[in-house]
T-cell receptor, first 114, second 114 residues
Framework: AQKITQTQPGMFVQEKEAVTLDCTYD???????LFWYKQPSSGEMIFLIY??????QNATEGRYSLNFQKARKSANLVISASQLGDSAMYFC???????????FGKGTMLLVSP | DTAVSQTPKYLVTQMGNDKSIKCEQN?????MYWYKQDSKKFLKIMFS???????INETVPNRFSPKSPDKAHLNLHINSLELGDSAVYFC?????????????FGNGTRLTVT
């Protein structure tokens, strides 16, 4: 069974600084995908970034990058130059091969202060 | 154009009632899902359908019955509502079931059972 762990219930960062949100995962399946989602206070779930287990390079999408360390089974999200609008709940999720769904971590609440 | 739309956005009802939540996606995806987000923000898969066929049913009480009339629609009917059913229910879709296929979520339905 797969498992996603987000150990930071809450994180604070000042505007314009970078922040790293931690995510570790556990699976014995060699093929898997890792995803990050953002849930602002308005409630919608927004897909941010994806990393495949066989990808050689870390994924990047604008100000979001994924620090993928396969041996450590970690997939940390890095947000550069934080903005007030980045304040939200962030979820790490994993998907295995075959007919599987996304399994989510418990989330990290990020607050960006001026 | 809304990609995954679910109605209603809010649903307030009394214990024992029966209610339905509708979901439609216009992305042409083959796979649809229902997730439940509890009061602690934890997201848990309930059901997954692929081309109108149920492929995942995660130990959900049989008071919950999903119905997929076609691959663009996945509705959720709940019988004999209980207080513990209060949560936010998210519908989602994905292009396929592969590890690299993100889920696209609707905006959620906040169900309150009194």
């Amino acid at each position: 069974a797969q498992k996603i762990t987000q150990t930071q219930p809450g994180m604070f960062v000042q505007e314009k600084e970078a922040v790293t949100l931690d995510c570790t995962y556990d699976t014995s399946d060699p093929s898997y995908g890792l995803f990050w989602y953002k849930q602002p206070s308005s409630g919608e779930m927004i897909f941010l970034i994806y990393q495949g287990s066989y990808d050689q390079q870390n994924a990047t999408e604008g100000r979001y990058s994924l620090n993928f360390q396969k041996a450590r089974k970690s997939a940390n999200l890095v947000i550069s130059a934080s903005q007030l609008g980045d304040s939200a709940m962030y979820f790490c999720a994993m998907r295995l091969s075959g007919y599987s769904t996304l399994t989510f971590g418990k989330g990290t609440m990020l607050l960006v202060s001026p | 154009d809304t990609a995954v739309s679910q109605t209603p956005k809010y649903l307030v009802t009394q214990m024992g009632n029966d209610k339905s939540i509708k979901c439609e996606q216009n992305l042409g995806h083959d796979t649809m899902y229902w997730y439940k987000q509890d009061s602690k923000k934890f997201l848990k898969i309930m059901f997954s359908y692929n081309n109108k066929e149920l492929i995942i049913n995660e130990t959900v009480p049989n008071r919950f019955s999903p119905k997929s009339p076609d691959k663009a629609h996945l509705n959720l009917h709940i019988n004999s509502l209980e207080l513990g059913d209060s949560a936010v229910y998210f519908c989602a879709s994905s292009q396929e079931t592969g590890v690299n296929s993100p889920l696209h979520f609707g905006n959620g339905t906040r169900l309150t059972v009194t």
